[in-house]
C-alpha cells in the first residue's frame, strides 16, 4: 500500500501544491497563512478552479448513481443502509441512472461552475468597495479549494442515515467559516470587513430575491388567482 502524500511546509513562497495536497490543507489547516499560499500557488488559476468545482459536483452525482439498487452490489448495499427493503427498486432504474450520469452531471457542473462565479464576481466586488485587495480570479480559486471537497463529503454523508442529518448544519458552519477565511486572505481584510462583505452579500442577494419575486408575481400572480378563484 502507498503512503499517503505528505503535506509540504508552508513556510515556502510560491509552493506548488497537487489538487489533494491543496483540499487537504484548505481543511484541515484553516488558517490565512495556509490560504495565502494557496493563492500564491504558480498552479492557482480559473483553469483548475473549475475543474476542480466540475470534480466537486460530478463525484456526488455518480454516488447517486451507484446508490441506486439497479446498479447491483453496491447499489443493494446502500440502499440498505438507507433503510430501503431489498428489492423495492421503486422508480429507480438503469434509466434514472443514466439520467443522473448523463444530465444531471453536466448540468451539475454548469451550475456549480456559473455559482462559483456569481458568487466570486459579486462578493470580490463587494470586497473592493470596501478596500479589499483581491481579485475575482483569487477568490474563485481560494473557494473552490475547499467547497469542491466539502461538495464531495456532504455526497458520501448524504448517503448515510442519520449521520446526513447530524453533519449538515456543522457542515454548513464550516463551510461558511472558510468562506470568511478566504475572503480574509485573498483581500488582507480584518475579520470585521470579511464578515461586513458576506453580510452585505446577503443583503443584497435578498433584495434580488424580493425584486425578482415581486416581478415574477406581476407576470404570473394575477392569472394564477384567477384560475385558483
Known amino acids: ?21 491543496a483540499w487537504t490543507l484548505s481543511l484541515t489547516r484553516p488558517n490565512e497563512a495556509t490560504y495565502q499560499s494557496l493563492i500564491d500557488d504558480p498552479r492557482a488559476g480559473l483553469g483548475r478552479a473549475v475543474l476542480w468545482m466540475v470534480l466537486g459536483s460530478a463525484v456526488p452525482n455518480v454516488l447517486l448513481a451507484l446508490s ?12 440498505q443502509l438507507q433503510g430501503l427493503a431489498p428489492g423495492s427498486d421503486g422508480a429507480f432504474t438503469p434509466a434514472f441512472g443514466a439520467g443522473v450520469l448523463f444530465c ?22 463587494i470586497a473592493g468597495a470596501f478596500g479589499g485587495q483581491g481579485s475575482f480570479a483569487r477568490l474563485a480559486y481560494a473557494t473552490a479549494a475547499f467547497t469542491a471537497p466539502l461538495t464531495i463529503i456532504g455526497g458520501f ?13 456543522p457542515l454548513s458552519v464550516y ?9 480574509k486572505a485573498v483581500n ?24 425578482l419575486w415581486l416581478l415574477l408575481f406581476r407576470w404570473i400572480g394575477p392569472d394564477l388567482w384567477s384560475q385558483l378563484g
Open 68 to 79: 441506486q439498487p439497479a446498479f447491483g452490489g453496491l447499489g443493494r448495499t446502500l440502499s
Open 104 to 125: 444531471a452531471i453536466p448540468l451539475g457542473a454548469f451550475f456549480s461552475v456559473a455559482g462559483l462565479f456569481l458568487y466570486a464576481g459579486v462578493i470580490q466586488f
Open 188 to 211: 488582507r481584510f480584518t475579520w470585521g470587513w470579511a464578515a461586513a462583505t458576506i453580510g452585505a452579500f446577503v443583503l443584497v442577494s435578498a433584495l434580488f430575491a424580493v425584486v
Open 175 to 183: 463551510s461558511l467559516a472558510l468562506n470568511l477565511l478566504a475572503l
Open 1 to 21: 500500500m502507498s503512503e499517503q502524500e505528505p503535506l509540504p511546509p508552508l513556510d515556502s513562497s510560491g509552493q506548488s501544491y497537487s489538487t489533494i495536497q
Open 157 to 169: 454523508v448524504s448517503l448515510i442515515p442519520f449521520v446526513n442529518l447530524c453533519l449538515a448544519l
